[in-house]
Nanobody, 126 residues
């Protein structure tokens, strides 16, 4: 059975930083593209914020986070990280990771994945 577990969320002030982690079990991330998505409420569309192909490190970022977020993969630990800097109140949301076989850009734009974890809450507030 494979699983994805997100962690690292919390409450920070505007301009602050957080580092989210997504740990995979039951499979190896090296075979997939991994993405981080945000969702404002259950039933709402998930929006891609960073996606990376584990095999070669190709990444995609939407303009809203470009220069502030960095996605990385530790294949030895089957863990994906999302470094979030210069956080803004509008970054507040529940964040999830998932995997797919699509390209990073396609994954982030389409918002689909094979499996979703429970997510982790990010709140940016003064």
């Amino acid at each position: 059975q494979w699983d994805l577990v997100e962690s690292g969320g919390g409450t920070v002030q505007p301009g602050g930083s957080l580092r989210l982690s997504c740990a995979a079990s039951g499979f190896t991330l090296e075979d997939y593209t991994i993405g981080w998505f945000r969702q404002s409420a259950p039933g709402k569309d998930r929006v891609g914020v960073s996606c990376i192909r584990s095999r070669d490190g190709e990444a995609y970022y939407p303009d809203s986070v470009k220069g502030r977020f960095t996605i990385s993969v530790d294949n030895a630990k089957d863990t994906v990280f999302l470094q979030m800097n210069n956080l803004k109140p509008e970054d507040t949301d529940h964040y999830y990771c998932t995997v797919t076989k699509r390209s990073p850009q396609a994954m982030c734009i389409r918002g689909t994945g094979y499996s979703w974890g429970q997510g982790t809450q990010v709140t940016v507030s003064s």
